[in-house]
């Protein structure tokens, strides 16, 4: 059965056109860039949210670099609390 599979994969690998594989080349591209996009919008919506409702006097490039030291485990000058809870 994995033989059949692997052998029937190879074979639709070698009938498909140039064409055919540049389509969905950039079909799992585009999805690649949607999700990308999504995770970035929502890291950023976090951000804004500890910045608007703690005490939190950097600039908000400043912040990611400190969420990145945070989720690393490192030290950073934001609360604990911030991270936990964006909006209290």
Do not use: C
Not at 16 to 32: F, K, M, P, Y
């Amino acid at each position: 059965m994995g033989e059949q599979s692997f052998i029937k994969n190879k074979i639709s690998d070698l009938s498909t056109s140039e064409e055919t594989r540049r389509v969905q080349r950039a079909g799992v591209q585009s999805l690649a860039n949607k999700n990308r996009s999504e995770k970035m919008k929502r890291t950023w919506r976090y951000l804004k949210a500890i910045r608007e409702n703690y005490p939190v006097d950097i600039p908000l490039r400043q912040l990611r670099t400190a969420l990145r030291k945070h989720r690393q485990g490192l030290e950073t000058d934001v609360p604990d609390v911030a991270w936990r809870n964006p909006s209290p």
